[in-house]
């Protein structure tokens, strides 16, 4: 049994229509693809944050234990991979949550004892990180060469 997709053109009625068909579909065997979960834009998010949180993860472990110092090198594998295939928006998003946990972890043990440079290096290095994503983000699109037609 085929599911066919609800355009938003066509209202209200016809997601309730689509979500029937789809429990029809279901029960009787049948295939759904393409299902949204309800919360997407937190997923984006958690996706995001994973790929920095990992990133973060290796470099802070490389940084604590001396032993483990070649995870320097593969830290930041992760990162670079997913903000080299990131939309713009995604990209910023993927730097600023890397400066948020990286410089989240660095500065922790500092706060105490001076609150203004530790929020100002805070800030700026999730501003250096987010803008980093964002330029590798344009640097696709300002590298492709464009057609003049003359």
């Keep these: 049994m085929a599911v ?12 309730r229509e689509h979500a ?13 693809a393409a299902v949204r979960p309800s919360g997407g834009r937190s997923l984006l998010w958690a996706d995001s944050f994973l790929y920095a949180g990992t990133s973060v993860l290796l470099l802070s472990l490389a940084d604590l234990i001396p ?16 903000v080299t295939r990131a939309s713009d928006a995604e990209a910023v998003r993927l730097g600023f949550l890397f400066g948020l946990a990286l410089f989240g972890v660095r500065i922790a043990d500092s706060l105490a004892s001076s609150l203004w440079s530790a929020a100002s290096v805070f800030l700026l290095g999730i501003g250096i990180f987010a803008g980093f994503g964002w330029t590798v983000a344009r640097a696709r699109y300002w590298s492709i060469p464009k057609l003049v037609e003359v």
């Design 67 to 82: 032993g483990y110092w070649y995870l320097s090198f593969v830290a930041l594998i992760p990162f670079l991979y997913k």
């Design 4 to 15: 066919r997709p609800v355009v938003s053109s066509q209202g209200r009625g016809a997601a």
């Design 20 to 32: 029937g068909s789809r429990r029809r579909a279901s029960a009787a065997g049948g295939r759904i």
